[in-house]
């Protein structure tokens, strides 16, 4: 029986009670009970819209945080990994091998390459090289191989597959370094349009028999062919790699950090043109905030009809071209992101 439901019976009770006891009943005092239940729904009705945010996983890497491999996986020619251990400082929902379970049918945060083999990328969990007493997960994208679709790409890259129920809204923090290395892009005499760091699936469309395919790619790269700072790369597209939205850098006119820590947030709602919403902020260690992008669009399919939530994304990704890869080797530099403090949560939003 619902809250209201049983409101309304206990005024119906006090109201029974008073007149078989000949309490003189009026009509102000009727009113003033059906008001108090008008007022009891509406209450409850807000609390269980808006909730507490609540936290579903964090991590720092530290503790017994490690990339493990998953044995007899294949996966273009390499094994698949995950991240595995528990970070015991926090209080709660920082073991990696239980507190996915509830979230993912698979239960962890997979590592995925999609081919190659350690010479040319890894993930890894290091000290981090600006603070030896804290440790990050670094990856790490030296060349290219013959990967998924019969390309020559690069990638390192995190999985959140298989989300139960799908994600109809939801928020993501996490601190990012990229390393001095990242430079050399900075020169590459061409655009950049793809360097992707994360990416969001409202559905993922590689399944078979999924109609309403879609993806949200956050990226780092550059639209001209001059040398300049690198700009965060916001878009999406529906099924077959067709451009639905894209964000304007220029509007933005926030630079990405190299060589400093930052923190990356990212909020998600599904929803169409009218209240679909993606928001994506960076605040630079000891420095403020800067929103990026606040996009009011598609979240999910622009044909689908009945949108299910985010069932699938990449928190944390290094996924880029053959050209890019090969130009930053060539200056004997190695493309390189770490990342830290991982934490996701429901019920929350910007602030």
Known sequence: MSNNIKTLDKIFLIIKLMIKHNIFLTKGILFS??????????????????????????????????????????????????????????????????????????????????????????????????????????????????????????????????????MKEFYQSVRVYLTDDFNAARSFPKRIPWCTIAEFWNNEWWVEGEKNGFRITVGVGKYTTEESDLHFILEAENAGQKLLWRADYKASNVAVPIGKWFTMDYYFKEGNKENGRFYLAITPDGGKKQVV???????????????????????????????????VRAQDKTLQILWDDFKLWKNKKPE
């Open 33 to 166: 009970a059906l008001l108090l239940f008008s007022f009891s729904c509406t209450t409850q009705k807000s609390t269980s819209i808006s909730g507490k945010p609540e936290l579903i996983f964090q991590s720092g890497f530290e503790g017994t945080s490690k990339v493990v491999e998953e044995k007899g996986t294949n996966d273009y020619g390499a094994s698949l990994e995950h991240i595995a251990g528990k970070v015991d400082s926090y209080s709660k929902k920082s073991d990696w091998d239980k507190d996915l379970k509830a979230l993912t049918s698979k239960g962890v945060m997979e590592v995925q390459y999609t081919g190659g083999d350690s010479t040319k990328r890894f993930a890894k969990v290091i000290p981090d090289p600006t603070d030896p007493k804290n440790s990050v997960l670094q990856f790490w994208l030296n060349d290219s191989w013959l990967a998924s679709e019969g390309q020559n790409k690069a990638r390192v890259q995190t999985n959140l597959y298989g989300i139960k129920g799908g």
């Open 293 to 327: 992008y606040d996009v009011h669009d598609f979240t999910h399919g622009s044909y689908d009809q009945a949108p299910n939530g985010l069932t699938g994304y990449n928190p944390m990704k290094l996924y880029t071209s053959k050209e890019l890869v090969s130009y």
